[in-house]
């Protein structure tokens, strides 16, 4: 009973319980006005174009390669856009007063110039986290795929 009463006091006096939802998982960061060169700018471009609603905005956050065509353009407007204007409110965290900002559970290196970025569902936090697919453009990375 004495080494329950002590491993209770112990956690108790460490604050919330990793599992709390107080607390953010060790991987998980919230980001707001990140550099320019990070991962995280054409997301933060991305959803300050969505709060906008402005399309041609959020086309700066894509990469050249996949809106080059008026095709392209025309299905991202279509789908992409679309979706992600409706939803991007999920996906904003905390204080909304600044710029965005988001929650971003994990990075994958998916080769030397390509990488996948998770975002947290803020509304559905039940949902597993949504990945961005990004590419570099010079010393940026760009948006190539959004299921946001």
């Known amino acids: 009973m ?10 108790f006096a460490a604050g919330d319980p990793p599992d709390s939802p107080n607390r953010e998982p060790a991987s998980e960061r919230s980001v707001s006005d990140p550099s320019p060169e990070s991962p995280e700018a054409p997301i933060a471009l ?3 174009a969505a ?10 956050a894509v ?8 095709d392209e353009r025309t299905d991202r407007r279509n789908y992409e856009w679309k979706r992600f204007l409706a939803q991007h409110e999920w996906y904003l965290a905390g204080d909304r007063s600044g710029g965005p900002r988001f929650v971003v559970t994990s990075h994958r290196k998916d080769g030397p110039r390509v990488m ?3 975002l947290r569902d803020q509304v559905h936090p039940e949902r597993m986290p ?8 010079g010393s940026e990375w760009k948006i190539v795929v ?3």
């Open 146 to 148: 959004s299921s946001l």
């Open 116 to 118: 996948r970025i998770f």
């Open 130 to 137: 949504v990945p961005v697919r990004l590419k570099r453009h």
């Open 2 to 11: 004495t080494v329950l009463f002590a491993v209770c006091a112990t956690l």
């Open 63 to 70: 990469h050249p390669e996949h809106k080059g065509s008026e």
């Open 46 to 48: 991305a959803l300050t």
């Open 51 to 60: 709060i906008a609603g402005d399309f041609d905005l959020y086309l700066g």
